[in-house]
């Protein structure tokens, strides 16, 4: 998971400041007395679902401000393994007493909100066993002395796939005209309509969503129809023999050959 911007949700700062004062833990179990000093902290039990990491950073974070374990409130937006704890210190303290029980665990240092003279809520990215963003733990006041924690794990943004314009067929290698300059002279005629031209070749005319193209007089019927975007012509990678082109494997996407002219280009599947 590369390195990310610990961009913790202000939303969900603004929600633990601001909906989680007292009374809000009326929804979660109420919190026992605080242990005795001849006691040792009570450790947090964790879930079966949550993840390693959380569970590791979760029960460092207890032993460190003697938290106890409560149901995280429903208005939190955190995942099924995040987990929540209750602790009788106040908000500046317990941080502190965190950051130092992480040690080089954490990564950086709180990133804090609320008045800068007395910031309350805070946000710690914590590190997994390979180094990398793997949990973080959020801090939120519930009185002068009473601080609620949460831990969950950092989960990393789904990487979304292109949109697919109209007539692309999904799982096929496609081209931008773009892509072919210096082998494929293309030419938007409008109306979804476009000329490929190869040095000492007929040109090719082609149309976004038909498979029968024109070549002078004749036509020639593409493996699949081209496609436009409104702007860019996305040509088939199968469709480029029509024009006489050959296509190879290259170490980063494919080589383009068209009379005597190659390109390196990399094809976009939707």
Not at 2 to 8: E, G, N, V
Request: proline share 9%; glycine share 12%.
């Amino acid at each position: 998971m590369r390195r990310m911007a610990h961009a913790f949700p202000k939303t969900l700062a603004a929600l633990l400041a601001a909906s989680l004062l007292p009374g809000a833990l009326a929804q979660t179990a109420a919190p026992a007395p605080a242990p005795a000093k001849a006691s040792p902290a009570p450790v947090a039990a964790v879930s079966p679902v949550t993840d390693r990491t959380v569970s590791g950073v979760a029960i460092a974070v207890s032993r460190a401000v003697g938290g106890q374990l409560v149901s995280c409130p429903s208005k939190l937006k955190v995942s099924r393994q995040a987990v929540c704890l209750y602790t009788k210190r106040a908000p500046a303290q317990a941080r502190t007493q965190i950051r130092t029980a992480l040690g080089s665990q954490a990564l950086g240092d709180w990133k804090l909100s609320g008045p800068a003279a007395n910031p309350q809520s805070g946000s710690l990215l914590v590190k997994d066993t390979a180094g990398k963003a793997g949990a973080y733990v959020l801090s939120a006041p519930l009185g002068a002395a009473e601080t609620l924690l949460v831990v969950d794990a950092v989960s990393a943004p789904a990487v979304s796939k292109p949109a697919a314009p109209a007539g692309v067929v999904r799982g096929q290698p496609y081209l931008l005209g773009k892509d072919l300059v210096g082998v494929v002279n293309v030419v938007g005629l409008g109306g979804g309509k476009f000329r490929m031209n190869v040095a000492g070749q007929t040109p090719l005319t082609v149309t976004a969503g038909q498979k029968a193209a024109q070549r002078g007089t004749g036509n020639v019927d593409l493996p699949l129809a081209p496609a436009t975007d409104g702007k860019n012509l996305i040509f088939p990678l199968s469709g480029l023999r029509a024009l006489g082109c050959t296509v190879s494997d290259a170490p980063k996407g494919v080589t383009v050959d068209c009379g005597g002219d190659s390109v390196g280009v990399l094809p976009i599947v939707f």
